[in-house]
């Protein structure tokens, strides 16, 4: 069995769908849930499931042990971020290297960056007039939304689209898609 650890800061839809998805895998399990917020719905869409969730303060994710040792209580194989807002730490990198991914809700290089994370991203989408967003699913390394990357789906942007419309059609992306990255990752 291989082991999916999921860092999720906030309403955990993305960790949900990879939890469901996973649910009756033999071979891939999402083992364990880990945030830096504490009322966030994350805790409860996992929980239900049967998954644990832990919470760390900065000061534990910056320095590594507490966080280090969770992962290897549930022999974590592969990290992945679903809505994660912190930068992640020299001490994780290291620890697991080519062995941490990320979902970013638009077509990196373009609109990603430190400030750039939900909602922004859509507003920056719009305003800036593009005609299509997408996702980008992307190895971690130490700059922001800077990682080798895997995988890249699109939608139309159209003219009339507020943010929230952008919002949905790539969380649909997300939703169909990281599950089986996730999945050709760890064959
Ligand atoms: C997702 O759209 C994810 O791509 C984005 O946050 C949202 C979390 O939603 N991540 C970033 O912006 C990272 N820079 P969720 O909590 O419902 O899964």
New binding site residues.
């Given amino acids: 069995m291989k082991n999916v650890a999921i860092f999720?800061s906030?309403?955990?839809?993305?960790?949900e769908n990879i939890t469901r998805y996973f649910s009756q895998s033999e071979s891939i399990k999402v083992a364990v849930v880990l945030s830096n917020n504490k009322n966030v719905g994350?805790h409860d869409r996992v929980n239900k499931l049967g998954v644990p969730s832990f919470v760390f303060s900065r000061e534990e994710f910056v320095e590594g042990t507490v966080v280090l040792a969770k992962l290897a209580e549930y022999r974590t194989d592969l990290i992945v971020l679903?809505?994660f807002m912190n930068k992640i730490s020299d001490a994780l990198l290291k620890a697991y290297p080519g062995k941490i991914i990320?979902?970013?809700?638009a077509l990196l290089p373009k609109h990603g960056g430190k400030g750039?994370?939900?909602m922004h991203?859509h507003e920056a989408v719009v305003a800036a007039g593009e005609k299509e967003s997408g996702i980008t699913i992307h190895y971690v390394n130490e700059n922001y939304?800077e990682g080798t990357t895997i995988f890249q789906a699109k939608c139309p942007v159209l003219p009339t689209d507020t943010p929230e419309e952008v919002a949905a059609k790539?969380?649909a992306l997300?939703y169909a898609h990281y599950p089986h990255v996730i999945e050709e990752l760890l064959k």
């Fill in positions: 999720a906030g309403s955990g839809t993305n960790a994350v679903a809505g990320n979902i970013h809700p750039m994370y939900g991203v939304d790539v969380h997300e």
